[in-house]
């Protein structure tokens, strides 16, 4: 995947650091699909997401009270606990390609530290229609992460097409807008062909 590539599913991500890493599986994924021969690739290239993940929290981990109270002096400084600049998503849409690489473990942490503030409209999912299957299921990250393989492939189409419309919410951000009447809330039940189906929710 190339940096602007990534830097672009860093702007769909909203700065949610679990909804990034999806986007980039789940683009490295839509790739080898379609391009049969560069398959091989694929686990590598997932193994370099894990990588930088797991590298950004060995290097770059907060966890005592001192750590604490050094984010939050930090933070009014505009710099993270480790003295790097937060960066906005301007400054991180403007950066070459060596810079982008150069800083993704130090643009990951401050993602998981929720240093990266995106201004996000509020979405209205009322009357939101997938166009690939014609329904108002909305897939959440939740739901997504339920997944097993195959259902993730058979659905995949269909989230993809969602995300580009209202993205990825979480199950919270839809029980928020169910309290408005933007989407209903759908209990577990069983078909009728034993076909078990989990609780979702649906727009409206």
Same mark, same amino acid.
């Given at each position: 995947?190339?940096?602007?590539?990534?830097?672009?599913?860093?702007?769909?991500?909203?700065?949610?650091?679990?909804?990034?890493?999806?986007?980039?599986?789940?683009?490295?994924? &839509? !790739?080898? %699909?379609?391009? +049969?021969?560069?398959?091989?690739? *694929? $686990?590598?290239?997932?193994?370099?997401?894990?990588?930088? #993940?797991?590298?950004?929290?060995?290097?770059?981990?907060?966890?005592?009270?001192?750590?604490?109270?050094?984010?939050?002096?930090?933070?009014?400084?505009?710099?993270?606990?480790?003295?790097?600049?937060?960066?906005?998503?301007?400054?991180?849409?403007?950066?070459?390609?060596? &810079? !982008?690489? %150069?800083?993704? +473990?130090?643009?990951?942490?401050? *993602? $998981?530290?929720?240093?990266?503030?995106?201004?996000?409209? #509020?979405?209205?999912?009322?009357?939101?229609?997938?166009?690939?299957?014609?329904?108002?299921?909305?897939?959440?990250?939740?739901?997504?992460?339920?997944?097993?393989?195959?259902?993730?492939?058979?659905?995949?189409?269909?989230?993809?097409?969602?995300?580009?419309?209202?993205?990825?919410?979480?199950?919270?951000?839809?029980?928020?807008?169910?309290?408005?009447?933007?989407?209903?809330?759908?209990?577990?039940?069983?078909?009728?062909?034993?076909?078990?189906?989990?609780?979702?929710?649906?727009?409206?």
């Amino acid at each position: 995947m190339g940096v602007s590539r990534a830097k672009k599913l860093l702007e769909q991500s909203n700065g949610d650091p679990e909804t990034f890493e999806q986007l980039r599986r789940a683009k490295y994924n &839509e !790739f080898a %699909k379609s391009n +049969p021969s560069q398959q091989r690739y *694929l $686990q590598g290239w997932n193994n370099r997401v894990t990588a930088v #993940k797991n590298f950004a929290k060995t290097n770059f981990q907060d966890s005592s009270d001192s750590d604490t109270t050094m984010l939050k002096v930090g933070i009014e400084m505009n710099v993270d606990q480790n003295g790097n600049h937060i960066y906005t998503p301007q400054e991180i849409g403007e950066m070459s390609a060596e &810079e !982008f690489e %150069k800083n993704l +473990p130090i643009i990951e942490q401050q *993602l $998981q530290n929720g240093l990266i503030k995106q201004q996000v409209p #509020k979405v209205d999912y009322s009357g939101y229609i997938n166009p690939v299957n014609g329904g108002g299921k909305i897939y959440s990250r939740e739901d997504i992460d339920k997944m097993t393989s195959k259902e993730y492939s058979e659905n995949e189409a269909a989230i993809m097409a969602q995300m580009k419309a209202i993205g990825i919410p979480t199950n919270k951000e839809l029980e928020t807008s169910s309290q408005k009447g933007g989407t209903v809330y759908v209990k577990p039940y069983t078909r009728s062909d034993g076909t078990e189906v989990r609780r979702y929710y649906r727009a409206i």
